[in-house]
């Protein structure tokens, strides 16, 4: 049977509070809907965005493109990555 | 709103709004844009600090206004509120803005275009300053200018603020503005409309400032377009000419927590409330999230530019930034730097600071004198010497302390670092209810706490923010030292002790602890009772780390030096003032013409001065226990000899509510040391080693000294945090709280301190 490909992205996904440090990720999506999520929006991290996370703990310090941001894990929950292949 | 006169265009005068990421350069920019020709104030009605400067090309001048660094243009914090509020030019008093300057940091341009965004739908005209080139260039970042410049419908000029390169090009990007303004002389203050000036351009100034092509889902897009026709209709309904745009509905649409649609509410009235709020229900029940979905439309967006103007830098090996952080960042390493850093830094603050503060000192004490010398009155004699000038003297001679230390401040700032030890802080200060973010307003604590509890305003949720408010005070400020000074000199054995540590510098250490260590479970309490409710996550940017610029930082330093004097100053200056009132009335004639015997007849025997300055010394502590302050330390006086203090003490406490170090000059008057005493006067040290209770009992013991720096440690007698916290909260309830909870910690942990001592045989 071909495998299914949805379960089969969707089972790559997982918050970047269980990433792994010094692995490079792709956003999926950004969960729940307030102040803190949006703000992840407005600090450059959206859908498509290439993270990783350079110091992991809580607050982690995470890197995004050039810049570095430190996040803590109730942020981190709602970053849905997965990893670039 | 009235044409203001420095705003007519006639005069070839434009005012343009500094905005940008934090950490973009603006800053820095500003300062290369306007140079000496800057000024600080407040905002109308706020204490949000107001930065404007000069700048001149040909013939036009440009004012400039330098916005407090935001991510967004949804407002969350105090600052971003009013970033929002100038550009909307909705601040009473405030000039209209023409032009914005939106600072773009080249090397991270993806995430500053989200605030490009929604800048340019604010409908006023654009113009780009493109920083941090270098940096970009060195990762190998390239950004296609040109090709943003069409993009976007506004110049984007590559700048090097600190070269000073193309900065002219800038200038006349913004003054090339001023034509269109010209066909649009009304566009900015027409009266007529109830709009703010941004939006209102939108209907007259179409196509000087194109707007941003967002891709918003099909739905949010629709019922705002819809929220637009709807509050237009409202709006020709009261007779105003204008329409409301589809930016406009759509901020009012996703603004819901941030201020967004209140400030639509203000300008439009109640009417429109129902409007947005059945908009706003409708996607919600079709499971779409306006402000989410706006989030993530803009995001897309900026993604979506940034993929055709920017060349990715090829990966790079770890950058300097990089390697730092690696130790800076570290668990145990970096906290064991940020330790020593800190340690560095007060030592300084003290080493540094003692010359400046002793000439400061001195120098009052000449003027003092000479104007003593030279006014015959008695009493305005003594209002002038003792009220005046001491009231002055006694704020400015801790200013080198407190510019040193924004000094470092400021450089730990520029630097980067100060993101990295609130980074390092968050840990532990999350246990106790606060965020890393409490830990720069509780750092300058140590200075002083009216910039500490300026500094609160980034802490974006109210309670955290309430409780850093809070407990700030309690950080030992430097008006605590003259007291820690005076009491450990005169009472602390010069002796070593663990293993050859100066005892005194020990004790010294002490005072500074008990604040910290107080103020942390209290700021627990405070967050389990009376500010509850959740810490907004940490979420701070990590700059790259920067050399800080020696003329930035002493230009941070002297201005916030002269804005401590002018708050604190002022109050601290009434107060002193009044406090004299209290020492000095009402007069004793009887005891006065006693004492004037007393001395006739001394100097009648040829008595040395030392004699005489006695005899004035006596008549100035009995004028003083007759005063209105020696008769309230009188009737406190049975609540304070657990404590160990007698009334002189309670008055001199009572005294020194504008100011702690107030106490010290207080101590002088009551113990008749005389007034000019400071705390390291031998005078005031042995009068009060020498000191005794009504009984004969010696006063002053190891116990009291420690008792009464316990209470100065604790006690919030400071007139000037009291005023700032009214301010920065808008309601008397909190500096009343205030006042009140460190008075009670104050008196309770000196009750403690002194029974404890006095039980281990320290009395």
């Given at each position: 049977?071909?495998?299914?490909?949805?379960?089969?992205?969707?089972?790559?996904?997982?918050?970047?509070?269980?990433?792994?440090?010094?692995?490079?990720?792709?956003?999926?999506?950004?969960?729940?809907?307030?102040?803190?999520?949006?703000?992840?929006?407005?600090?450059?991290?959206?859908?498509?965005?290439?993270?990783?996370?350079?110091?992991?703990?809580?607050?982690?310090?995470?890197?995004?493109?050039?810049?570095?941001?430190?996040?803590?894990?109730?942020?981190?929950?709602?970053?849905?990555?997965?990893?670039?292949? | 709103?009235?044409?203001?006169?420095?705003?007519?265009?006639?005069?070839?005068?434009?005012?343009?709004?500094?905005?940008?990421?934090?950490?973009?350069?603006?800053?820095?920019?500003?300062?290369?844009?306007?140079?000496?020709?800057?000024?600080t104030g407040n905002y109308?009605?706020v204490t949000v600090e107001k930065k404007?400067?000069?700048?001149?090309?040909?013939?036009?001048?440009?004012?400039?206004?330098?916005?407090p660094?935001?991510?967004?243009?949804?407002?969350?914090s105090v600052d971003?509120?009013i970033?929002?509020?100038?550009?909307?030019?909705?601040?009473?008093?405030?000039?209209?803005?023409?032009?914005?300057?939106?600072?773009?940091?080249?090397?991270?341009?993806?995430?500053?275009?989200?605030?490009?965004?929604?800048?340019?739908?604010?409908?006023?005209?654009?113009?780009?300053?493109?920083?941090?080139?270098?940096?970009?260039?060195?990762?190998?970042?390239?950004?296609?200018?040109?090709?943003?410049?069409?993009?976007?419908?506004?110049?984007?000029?590559?700048?090097?603020?600190?070269?000073?390169?193309?900065?002219?090009?800038?200038?006349?990007?913004?003054?090339?503005?001023?034509?269109?303004?010209?066909?649009?002389?009304?566009?900015?203050?027409?009266?007529?409309?109830?709009?703010?000036?941004?939006?209102?351009?939108?209907?007259?100034?179409?196509?000087?400032?194109?707007?941003?092509?967002?891709?918003?889902?099909?739905?949010?897009?629709?019922?705002?377009?819809?929220?637009?026709?709807?509050?237009?209709?409202?709006?020709?309904?009261?007779?105003?000419?204008?329409?409301?745009?589809?930016?406009?509905?759509?901020?009012?649409?996703?603004?819901?927590?941030?201020?967004?649609?209140?400030?639509?509410?203000?300008?439009?009235?109640?009417?429109?409330?129902?409007?947005?709020?059945?908009?706003?229900?409708?996607?919600?029940?079709?499971?779409?999230?306006?402000?989410?979905?706006?989030?993530?439309?803009?995001?897309?967006?900026?993604?979506?530019?940034?993929?055709?103007?920017?060349?990715?830098?090829?990966?790079?090996?770890?950058?300097?930034?990089?390697?730092?952080?690696?130790?800076?960042?570290?668990?145990?390493?970096?906290?064991?730097?940020?330790?020593?850093?800190?340690?560095?830094?007060?030592?300084?603050?003290?080493?540094?600071?003692?010359?400046?503060?002793?000439?400061?000192?001195?120098?009052?004490?000449?003027?003092?004198?000479?104007?003593?010398?030279?006014?015959?009155?008695?009493?305005?004699?003594?209002?002038?010497?003792?009220?005046?000038?001491?009231?002055?003297?006694?704020?400015?001679?801790?200013?080198?302390?407190i510019?040193?230390l924004f000094?470092?401040i400021?450089?730990?700032e520029?630097?980067?670092?100060?993101?990295?030890?609130?980074?390092?802080?968050?840990?532990?200060?999350?246990?106790?209810?606060?965020?890393?973010r409490s830990?720069i307003p509780m750092m300058s604590g140590?200075a002083c706490a009216v910039p500490a509890i300026m500094a609160t305003r980034t802490i974006?949720?109210?309670?955290?923010r309430l409780?850093t408010i809070?407990?700030t005070p309690?950080?030992?400020c430097?008006?605590?030292?003259?007291?820690?000074?005076?009491?450990?000199?005169?009472?602390?054995?010069?002796?070593?002790?663990?293993?050859?540590?100066?005892?005194?510098?020990?004790?010294?250490?002490?005072?500074?602890?008990?604040?910290?260590?107080?103020?942390?479970?209290?700021?627990?309490?405070?967050?389990?009772?009376?500010?509850?409710?959740?810490?907004?996550?940490?979420?701070?940017?990590?700059?790259?780390?920067?050399?800080?610029?020696?003329?930035?930082?002493?230009?941070a330093?002297?201005g916030r030096g002269w804005a401590f004097v002018k708050t604190a100053?002022?109050i601290?200056?009434?107060?002193?003032?009044?406090?004299?009132?209290?020492?000095?009335?009402?007069?004793?004639?009887?005891?006065?013409?006693?004492?004037?015997?007393?001395?006739?007849?001394?100097?009648?025997?040829?008595?040395?001065?030392?004699?005489?300055?006695?005899?004035?010394?006596?008549?100035?502590?009995?004028?003083?226990?007759?005063?209105?302050?020696?008769?309230?330390?009188?009737?406190?006086?049975?609540?304070?000899?657990?404590?160990?203090?007698?009334?002189?003490?309670?008055?001199?406490?009572?005294?020194?509510?504008?100011?702690?170090?107030?106490?010290?000059?207080?101590?002088?008057?009551?113990?008749?040391?005389?007034?000019?005493?400071?705390?390291?006067?031998?005078?005031?040290?042995?009068?009060?080693?020498?000191?005794?209770?009504?009984?004969?009992?010696?006063?002053?013991?190891?116990?009291?000294?420690?008792?009464?720096?316990?209470?100065?440690?604790?006690?919030?007698?400071c007139?000037a945090t009291l005023a700032t916290i009214k301010r920065e909260t808008n309601?008397?309830?909190w500096p009343?709280?205030?006042?009140?909870?460190?008075?009670?910690?104050?008196?309770?942990?000196?009750?403690?301190?002194?029974?404890?001592?006095?039980?281990?045989?320290?009395?």
């Amino acid at each position: 049977m071909a495998p299914d490909m949805t379960t089969a992205h969707v089972a790559q996904e997982f918050s970047m509070a269980e990433a792994k440090s010094r692995v490079v990720y792709s956003v999926l999506r950004i969960t729940g809907h307030d102040d803190c999520s949006c703000r992840l929006h407005e600090l450059g991290i959206g859908e498509g965005t290439t993270v990783m996370i350079e110091r992991a703990g809580n607050p982690a310090i995470v890197r995004i493109g050039s810049s570095k941001l430190a996040l803590s894990a109730e942020c981190l929950h709602r970053i849905k990555v997965e990893p670039v292949r | 709103m009235a044409a203001s006169p420095t705003n007519d265009h006639t005069a070839k005068r434009i005012v343009a709004a500094v905005i940008g990421n934090p950490n973009t350069g603006k800053s820095t920019l500003f300062n290369a844009l306007t140079g000496i020709n800057q000024k600080t104030g407040n905002y109308a009605g706020v204490t949000v600090e107001k930065k404007h400067g000069l700048a001149n090309i040909g013939d036009t001048t440009i004012e400039l206004i330098d916005l407090p660094g935001t991510y967004s243009l949804v407002a969350r914090s105090v600052d971003e509120a009013i970033a929002v509020d100038v550009l909307a030019s909705s601040l009473d008093g405030e000039e209209p803005v023409d032009v914005v300057l939106l600072v773009v940091d080249e090397s991270s341009l993806e995430r500053n275009l989200y605030l490009a965004s929604q800048v340019l739908e604010f409908g006023l005209p654009v113009v780009v300053a493109l920083t941090m080139g270098d940096i970009a260039t060195k990762r190998g970042i390239n950004v296609d200018a040109r090709e943003l410049t069409t993009l976007l419908g506004c110049p984007c000029v590559r700048v090097n603020a600190l070269k000073g390169e193309r900065l002219d090009e800038l200038l006349k990007a913004l003054a090339a503005i001023l034509p269109s303004l010209d066909r649009h002389p009304d566009a900015s203050r027409d009266p007529v409309s109830s709009l703010d000036s941004g939006f209102r351009r939108n209907d007259e100034m179409k196509g000087t400032a194109p707007l941003p092509n967002v891709e918003y889902p099909g739905r949010l897009r629709a019922a705002a377009t819809e929220l637009a026709d709807e509050l237009s209709a409202v709006l020709h309904a009261q007779g105003d000419r204008h329409t409301v745009s589809f930016q406009e509905a759509m901020r009012a649409i996703v603004d819901r927590h941030a201020g967004g649609e209140a400030r639509f509410i203000k300008r439009l009235g109640d009417t429109v409330g129902p409007f947005i709020e059945r908009a706003r229900a409708s996607l919600e029940l079709g499971g779409l999230t306006p402000h989410m979905a706006e989030a993530g439309s803009r995001t897309r967006w900026a993604r979506g530019m940034a993929g055709r103007v920017v060349t990715p830098g090829v990966p790079q090996g770890d950058s300097l930034t990089d390697r730092l952080d690696r130790v800076l960042t570290h668990r145990v390493w970096g906290t064991v730097i940020f330790l020593m850093l800190m340690a560095l830094i007060f030592q300084s603050i003290y080493s540094w600071a003692s010359p400046l503060m002793e000439l400061i000192d001195e120098g009052f004490g000449s003027l003092g004198q000479l104007a003593g010398e030279s006014i015959d009155d008695e009493t305005l004699r003594s209002l002038v010497v003792d009220g005046v000038i001491a009231g002055i003297g006694g704020v400015l001679v801790f200013l080198p302390q407190i510019v040193i230390l924004f000094l470092f401040i400021s450089v730990l700032e520029a630097s980067g670092y100060l993101a990295r030890a609130a980074y390092l802080m968050d840990r532990l200060l999350r246990k106790f209810g606060l965020t890393g973010r409490s830990f720069i307003p509780m750092m300058s604590g140590f200075a002083c706490a009216v910039p500490a509890i300026m500094a609160t305003r980034t802490i974006p949720d109210r309670a955290s923010r309430l409780a850093t408010i809070m407990v700030t005070p309690l950080t030992s400020c430097s008006a605590r030292l003259p007291v820690y000074t005076l009491m450990i000199g005169a009472f602390i054995p010069d002796e070593t002790a663990l293993g050859g540590l100066s005892l005194q510098a020990l004790v010294m250490l002490g005072m500074y602890v008990t604040g910290i260590l107080v103020a942390i479970p209290v700021a627990f309490v405070f967050r389990k009772t009376f500010f509850k409710g959740a810490s907004a996550p940490l979420m701070i940017e990590l700059p790259t780390y920067k050399l800080p610029r020696a003329k930035d930082i002493l230009r941070a330093g002297a201005g916030r030096g002269w804005a401590f004097v002018k708050t604190a100053g002022t109050i601290i200056f009434i107060t002193s003032v009044v406090l004299w009132a209290a020492t000095y009335y009402p007069r004793d004639d009887a005891l006065i013409a006693q004492f004037a015997t007393e001395r006739s007849a001394a100097e009648a025997s040829g008595a040395p001065e030392d004699d005489l300055a006695a005899i004035d010394a006596r008549e100035q502590a009995a004028l003083s226990e007759a005063s209105y302050l020696g008769q309230a330390g009188r009737v406190i006086q049975p609540a304070v000899e657990p404590l160990g203090w007698d009334w002189r003490i309670a008055s001199a406490a009572v005294a020194s509510f504008p100011a702690r170090e107030v106490v010290v000059s207080a101590m002088g008057v009551l113990f008749g040391a005389g007034g000019d005493v400071d705390e390291e006067s031998e005078g005031l040290r042995e009068t009060l080693q020498k000191a005794t209770h009504s009984d004969g009992r010696k006063l002053f013991t190891i116990a009291t000294a420690l008792s009464l720096m316990v209470f100065f440690a604790l006690c919030m007698q400071c007139a000037a945090t009291l005023a700032t916290i009214k301010r920065e909260t808008n309601s008397w309830r909190w500096p009343v709280f205030a006042f009140t909870y460190m008075t009670v910690l104050a008196y309770l942990g000196a009750l403690v301190t002194y029974q404890v001592a006095a039980a281990i045989g320290l009395d």
